[in-house]
């Protein structure tokens, strides 16, 4: 199901924001406590010192706030996520839940080809029978693995050993709370043309809660190359 205030990404996947202490404010008030300043209102100052922490790579007044998301996506997008270190997971749990019937078929238009060397692939369209055919054949493999896992649950074996039949096209869930700073780390690589179509698609939906909650700092990050302070 998907939450009314989520962007819907995927299949069955969802970005949620659920909740934020985030402004602009909070950037330029960790940076002008070097000063013993203080600021209740952003004025034109304030967006240049902004600029200029960006653009100096100043990062740590980029720390004062965070954004709580809630996440569907499927397991193997899930395990790029994780990688992410600074920031903090809760996941849903194959051993306590039972797991869903929703697993990823891209669309015919997101089956692709992998042209050229590691670091240097290029991703090609595929001809549309190859498509379908991708779309039926991981069907299939959902459907058999689904079965199987019913199968060994109803038998008595645990959820934590049944789900062993899962493959990582699996949705999953999970909560995600990260300041500033390391989401526009994770944005930088996961919103870029070298990142996994799939995860690049939650990305470009978690870079429109920074866009909103803080402006002037997301304009920074995009005027300096979209490089992490
Ligand atoms: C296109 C792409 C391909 C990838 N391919 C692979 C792959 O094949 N295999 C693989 O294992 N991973 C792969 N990764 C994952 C990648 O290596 C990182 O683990 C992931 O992107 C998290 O980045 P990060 O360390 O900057 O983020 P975070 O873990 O959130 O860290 C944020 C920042 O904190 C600092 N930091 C965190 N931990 C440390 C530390 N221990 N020591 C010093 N500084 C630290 C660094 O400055 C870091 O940039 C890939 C990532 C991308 C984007």
Redesign the pocket.
């Known amino acids: 199901m998907i939450p009314e205030t989520g962007i819907r990404v995927l299949d069955h996947g969802f970005v949620r924001l659920d909740g934020a202490m985030a402004d602009d404010l909070s950037v330029v008030n960790g940076a002008r406590v070097s000063f013993a300043r203080r600021k209740e209102e952003m004025d034109e100052s304030d967006e240049g010192l902004i600029r200029f922490l960006m653009r100096d790579r100043h990062g740590t007044p980029f720390e004062h706030n965070s954004f709580r998301f809630h996440i569907r996506c499927p397991i193997f997008v899930a395990r ?1 996520w994780m ?5 903090s997971f809760n996941e849903f749990s194959l051993r306590y839940a039972k797991a869903s019937d929703d697993f990823y078929v891209p669309d015919p238009d997101d089956v692709r080809s992998q042209v050229g060397k590691p670091g240097a692939y290029s991703f090609e369209p595929v001809p549309e029978d190859v498509a379908e055919t991708a779309r039926e054949r991981l069907r299939a493999v959902y459907d058999t693995a689904y079965r199987t896992y019913q199968e060994l649950v109803e038998l008595g074996v645990a959820r934590e050993l049944a789900r062993c039949a899962l493959p990582v096209g699996a949705y999953t869930e999970f909560y995600w709370t990260v300041n500033a700073r ?1 989401l526009m ?2 944005l930088s ?2 919103n ?1 043309e ?3 179509r799939e995860i690049r698609r939650y990305a470009e939906a978690c870079e429109r809660f920074l866009e909103e909650k803080m402006p002037v700092t997301y304009a920074a990050f995009v005027a300096n190359d979209r490089t992490a302070p």
């Open positions: 790029e990688r992410h270190r600074v920031g390391s780390n994770f690589l996961r870029a070298t990142a996994q």
